[in-house]
């Protein structure tokens, strides 16, 4: 390897990436954009669910339940139906998520000692959602219960007893999305970057035909394969910069670990994301396979089997397996413990270490992939 | 016209199937992302991974904890002796969640003292911390309510606890029925598969719109294609109607696997899903096309989709719910084609409503896609004169 060669190829290279500046441009709105949703307007967090509520009794009693409901801030109670028709089609037409119908005769009953029984329904097609309301409907219901029992009965007696649940969360005590959404979106942001960028690279050198002019000149494999790979991983690494600013100067999400560690895993990361990228240009002889190949190699698994998402227990078997190979899972993986556990490289260095060897032997796969031939 | 035009479809056809790794490349990565998406993506919560520390060891705390593994929803996977054992398996990330029962615990509660439960979660996944402390509070919200009936003279069993039986029709209660319509299983897979019919229409006649016109100017073969005696409706549709063809065998063949493998009940009109994808290939199609007129590299091309397609697909209702975000962003995602298929597909495949409910959100695609097509025609035509 001759450094001047090396450094004519990023020269070039460097130049085609200038003079394109609305590619470049894209490269770094597109992690600011990501940013900025994850950060503001995604959650799956659940509030304000919109609630048609069917009060058959109009009690006081059914006034107070309904109340508790709305005082949660878990629900929106915005519509009072007259029927059971009203209430099925604000379900069926999604204006409304859950649905509460209180019988005829609900103080009554109670007053009498009666087991009464009042109905919810949740929209199930976001299971999500539905889960996390059903679970405060029950909650709430039991406890308006256990003050209806003790009201009616004439609370005369001693103070009932109850266990008091004192619920603490770890690592991320407001239960933000944001801060569980941010440090794995890093990692999604420079699979973007990486492996879209890169991947026409030399697809594009073949579809253009400048592909003859370079295998013309004296330049080695290696040469051609380390030049690539030098501007995209510095435009990645400068999108770390980016992402990690903006994600805790903006958004506040804490960086508990060593910022230093935080650089030396993304580089690492950078090195296999990319050089996978040259890999699929070096197999793919036209831009729209690359791209279509680069999609789904390494945005799908980065995105769906890296535990950025979705948790990987949750998964089958099959699939836990397949996403043991993917990097972003140990990039994310120690992108969480930096951020919001403060690890280190003691506890880490199993994931660093299957980056590296994932990162060599992609870009060891490349340079035997391309070869100097037209055929 | 109709000639040139068929003559035209049909070389598209040939360029696009004539390389075999290109038909591979068409119709495998709709089938992947499907795949992935129906097993990886589940939220569903069933076993989250427990640990307990038990000081008190009493008839009580043995009852509340039996009704915690009951429940099917925590699996206890380690037990320890000591309070301090507890933070290493939560920093290991080997349990997310642990009960901490201090001595003295019964002893409150036999006095009629509130006696506190300590529940450690890990916060890292916030959805996952925030279903299982649902379900947590859930138990103990139900263990409470027999408590105080008890105390309100319900005969009891022997470790003071009530039983269901021995509670019914003694004392008032409310008592909850609670169905999920639609979905009764609560399985995100239903949620999620529908989706991803959406997700990959988009994607493949984005990608192959923008891809195979701007390939044509990159390559220099625009020319070629101006110099005949096409006239520009004619190169659009030309470029367009092949798209569309492929973009229904890969709807179809989504549709199909959905089914058939992941067993996701269609309850509406296969029709009328087939009629929504229609409208909604109006959109994206123009889209790909005003893409194309502001790319001129494909690099470029691939670039201006993934800003444009990751948004829409955040923001579309696919994975975080709409009625969550701010006021302005829920506005802006009235602009987004997808948001109103995904409303139409869950509409079929879920809720089996038809037309009479679906008819706005056909409405806003029909305009839409007429919309996007008519400026997105108009700029290619000056972008080739």
Redesign the interface.
């Known amino acids: 390897m001759r450094p001047a060669r090396l450094r004519a190829v990023i020269r070039k290279e460097v130049i085609q990436i200038r003079r394109?500046p609305?590619?470049l441009g894209?490269?770094f709105?597109?992690p600011m954009?990501?940013l900025l949703?994850?950060g503001?307007?995604?959650?799956?967090?659940?509030?304000?669910?919109?609630t048609v509520v069917y009060d058959q009794d109009r009690s006081q009693r059914s006034r107070d339940?309904l109340e508790r409901f709305e005082a949660s801030h878990y629900f929106h109670v915005r519509t009072r139906a007259l029927g059971w028709g009203e209430v099925e089609?604000a379900?069926?037409?999604?204006r409304a998520?859950v649905g509460l119908v209180i019988p005829r005769n609900f103080a009554r009953?109670?007053?009498?000692?009666?087991?009464?029984?009042?109905?919810?329904?949740?929209?199930?097609?976001?299971?999500?959602?539905?889960?996390?309301a059903?679970?405060?409907?029950?909650?709430i219901?039991?406890?308006?219960?256990?003050q209806?029992?003790?009201q009616?009965?004439g609370?005369s007696?001693?103070?009932?007893?109850?266990?008091?649940?004192?619920?603490?969360?770890?690592?991320?005590?407001d239960?933000?999305?944001k801060?569980?959404v941010v440090p794995g979106l890093v990692a999604v942001i420079m699979t973007?970057i990486g492996g879209?960028?890169s991947s026409?690279t030399l697809a594009?050198e073949w579809?253009?035909g400048t592909m003859e002019q370079l295998i013309a000149t004296p330049i080695r494999v290696s040469e051609l394969i380390v030049g690539k790979l030098a501007p995209y991983v510095g435009i990645g690494m400068l999108d770390v910069l980016l992402a990690v600013a903006g994600g805790t100067l903006i958004f506040g999400v804490p960086l508990r670990g060593s910022f230093w560690l935080l650089l030396g895993f993304s580089l690492l990361f950078l090195l296999g994301a990319v050089g996978l990228g040259l890999l699929i240009s070096a197999r793919?002889r036209?831009?729209?396979?690359a791209?279509?190949?680069a999609?789904?190699a390494t945005l799908?698994?980065s995105f769906?089997?890296s535990g950025f998402?979705?948790?990987i227990?949750?998964?089958?078997q099959?699939?836990q397996i397949v996403s043991y190979a993917v990097p972003a899972r140990y990039f994310v993986t120690a992108l969480?413990g930096i951020f919001?556990?403060g690890?280190g490289l003691r506890?880490l260095w199993p994931e660093a270490l299957f980056l590296a060897g994932f990162a060599a032997v992609v870009i060891a796969l490349t340079m035997q992939a391309f070869h100097k031939r037209l055929d | 016209m109709r000639d040139r035009l068929r003559h035209l479809i049909v070389k598209e056809l040939i360029q696009m199937f004539r390389?075999p790794?290109?038909r591979f490349?068409l119709f495998?990565?709709p089938l992947?992302?499907l795949i992935?998406?129906g097993?990886?993506?589940?939220?569903?919560?069933?076993c989250v991974?427990t640990a307990v520390a038990d000081l008190d060891r009493t008839q009580e705390t043995r009852e509340?904890l039996r009704r915690f593994e009951r429940s099917g929803y925590f699996c206890f996977q380690e037990r320890v002796g000591r309070a301090a054992d507890l933070a290493p398996l939560?920093?290991?990330g080997r349990i997310k969640l642990a009960l901490q029962f201090d001595p003295g615990f019964t002893q409150?509660?036999?006095?009629?003292?509130?006696?506190?439960?300590?529940?450690?979660?890990?916060?890292?996944?916030?959805?996952?911390?925030?279903?299982a402390?649902?379900?947590?509070?859930?138990i103990?919200?139900?263990?409470?309510?027999e408590?105080?009936?008890a105390?309100?003279?319900v005969p009891t069993t022997r470790s003071g606890v009530p039983t269901a039986e021995i509670l019914?029709?003694?004392?008032?209660?409310?008592?909850?029925?609670?169905?999920?319509?639609?979905?009764?299983d609560?399985?995100?897979r239903?949620?999620f598969v529908p989706g991803v019919i959406g997700l990959v229409i988009m994607?493949v006649s984005l990608?192959?719109t923008a891809?195979?016109i701007v390939?044509e100017r990159?390559?220099g073969t625009m020319e070629q294609l101006l110099v005949t005696p096409l006239r520009p409706i004619e190169l659009i549709l030309g470029k367009t109607i092949p798209v569309a063809l492929i973009s229904f065998v890969d709807i179809a063949l989504v549709t199909a696997v959905a089914v058939f493998w992941f067993r996701v009940p269609i309850r509406g009109s296969l029709l009328l899903l087939f009629v929504a994808a229609g409208l909604f290939l109006l959109s994206t199609i123009g889209i790909g096309l005003l893409i194309s007129t502001v790319?001129r590299?494909?690099?470029?091309a691939?670039?201006?989709m993934?800003?444009f397609f990751?948004?829409a697909m955040?923001?579309s209702g696919y994975?975080?719910?709409i009625?969550?975000?701010?006021p302005v962003?829920q506005y802006v995602s009235l602009l987004n084609p997808l948001r109103h298929f995904l409303?139409i597909v869950?509409?079929i495949f879920?809720?089996g409503?038809g037309l009479e409910?679906l008819w706005p959100p056909m409405l806003w695609l029909l305009g839409l896609g007429i919309a996007l097509l008519t400026l997105s025609a108009l700029r290619f035509r000056t972008r080739l004169e």
């Open positions: 394109d609305w590619s894209m490269a709105a597109i954009l990501l949703l994850f503001w307007v995604l959650t799956l967090d659940v509030n304000n669910l919109e339940l089609r379900l069926d037409s999604g998520q009953d109670l007053e009498r000692g009666l087991v009464v029984p009042i109905q919810a329904m949740v929209d199930g097609s976001d299971s999500n959602t539905a889960t996390i059903l679970a405060y409907i029950e909650t219901t039991a406890r308006y219960s256990a209806v029992a003790l009616i009965a609370s007696g001693p103070p009932p007893a109850a266990v008091d649940a004192r619920l603490r969360v770890w690592f991320n005590p239960l933000e999305s801060d569980f973007v879209l960028l026409l594009r579809e253009r793919s036209t831009q729209l396979m791209s279509q190949l999609m789904v799908l698994p769906m089997l998402a979705s948790p227990e949750n998964m089958p099959a699939l969480k919001l556990k690890i506890m | 390389n790794r290109m490349v495998v990565p992947l992302q992935t998406y097993y990886a993506f589940n939220l569903d919560i069933r991974a509340i939560l920093d290991a409150d509660l036999r006095r009629g003292q509130p006696a506190a439960l300590q529940i450690l979660v890990d916060g890292t996944e916030s959805n996952t911390a925030m279903i402390s649902g379900y947590a509070n859930r103990l919200a139900q263990y409470n309510l408590l105080q009936r105390a309100v003279g019914r029709d003694r004392s008032p209660a409310v008592e909850l029925r609670a169905r999920a319509w639609y979905n009764p609560l399985k995100s239903n949620f994607l990608q192959l891809m195979a390939r990159e390559v790319s590299t494909q690099q470029q691939m670039m201006a993934s800003f990751m948004p955040l923001i994975l975080f719910p009625a969550n975000m701010p962003i409303v869950r509409g879920l809720k409503i409910l």
